[in-house]
């Protein structure tokens, strides 16, 4: 449906709200008060922070929840290219019909209680999700956790933490443990959390959070593990084994978050075949993804040369792209180009840095 001036699209609708980073959930409990709460009205909640591998995790969990012939509600973030990838709506990506709605909603609301876009955008979530039946409702934290916008469920299922490492600095702090504090604030009395691999300062932080709040913590190389076995994957805890496919998503560093999410699967409920199927079935568009259509991918191959997007933009990120290129590289040798954009506020330097000498 093309949008006139008149009936904008949903996105220039949310671009309209103020695009600042305020970390804050005062408006967003306001907001939610007068809209009624749909956040205690959702399906059960699996609620993700982490610095990278929040949305490949969630991709995995997604695809297992649904190879076993149930329905989530998914919200992420960012988009690649529609604002609509950011809500799924009982599996199904939101109609723009819909969004538009839910936009004008917010949008009346906020002349009396003002938010920002991403504030605009959870309530969005909360809104379609509790207007809808699922089976389980997968939360991305979209920066931090303490104070992000999603962090208003008070009783989720389960939580997890993906690998925590240095982004945002400006709002989360300038060292590891005051960024993995902020991510631990995601963690709720009682409920499960599981902890993918991280640097021993960020699990200290973590452990103690989980242990003030009675929260039992799953963590990776203690409780769990994930590594690669022949031509698939193995994901053990302490009284189980899976054998399981290859990740579909390819990188080493998706062999955690594949573990994670068998993990978290297990914890769910979610019966084994289905599990193995979601392992091999799972797709996340721009995440060390080749490109094989389209007239980049026809002008590589007039070369021999292959493109691959992915979109991290931290030095983390920029690790686990190295590793993957360097995996690449020793079984087809070749050049290597690196085609890279950033904002401003990334640490552009600490991610070219990565790339020395490559």
Not at 173 to 179: P, S
Not at 222 to 240: I, K, S, T
Not at 333 to 343: E, I, K, S, Y
């Amino acid at each position: 449906m093309t949008q006139s001036a008149a009936n904008p699209s949903p996105a220039a609708q949310f671009y309209a709200f103020p695009r600042v980073i305020d970390l804050s959930l005062d408006r967003m409990r306001a907001a939610l008060s007068a809209l009624g709460n749909p956040q205690d009205r959702i399906a059960p909640v699996i609620h993700v922070a982490g610095t990278n591998g929040k949305g490949s995790t969630l991709a995995f969990l997604r695809a297992m929840i649904e190879a076993n012939g149930q329905q989530a509600h998914v919200y992420t973030s960012p988009h690649l290219v529609r604002i609509e990838e950011r809500w799924r709506v009982a599996g199904s990506l939101i109609e723009t019909e819909a969004l538009a709605r839910l936009a004008d909603e917010i949008t009346a609301l906020s002349a009396t209680i003002p938010v920002t876009i991403f504030e605009a955008e959870t309530i969005a979530a909360f809104l379609a999700f509790a207007r809808t039946a699922a089976a389980v409702t997968l939360l991305e934290v979209g920066l931090g956790g303490r104070l992000d916008a999603t962090n208003v469920v008070n009783a989720p299922a389960l939580t997890a933490i993906t690998p925590v490492d240095f982004d945002h600095q400006d709002y989360l702090g300038d060292t590891i443990d005051k960024i993995a504090s902020e991510k631990a604030g995601i963690i709720k009395p009682g409920v499960p959390v599981i902890v993918g691999p991280q640097r021993p300062e960020a699990l200290a932080v973590i452990e103690a959070r989980a242990e003030e709040l009675g929260a039992p913590l799953l963590a990776f190389g203690r409780d769990w593990d994930a590594f690669p076995d022949r031509d698939g994957l193995v994901v053990q805890g302490e009284d189980w084994l899976l054998d399981l496919p290859s990740p579909a998503l390819p990188g080493r560093h998706q062999i955690t978050n594949a573990g994670a999410a068998v993990v978290l699967a297990r914890r769910f409920g979610i019966p084994d075949a289905a599990i193995a199927k979601g392992v091999a079935s799972a797709r996340w568009p721009g995440r060390m993804q080749r490109l094989t259509s389209g007239p980049f991918a026809e002008l590589a191959a007039c070369t021999a040369s292959e493109v691959w997007l992915d979109g991290g933009h931290n030095p983390h990120g920029a690790a686990a792209a190295k590793a993957h290129i360097d995996a690449l590289a020793r079984t087809r040798p070749a050049r290597f180009g690196l085609v890279t954009a950033m904002l401003g506020t990334k640490d552009a330097r600490g991610f070219f840095d990565v790339f020395a000498g490559a």
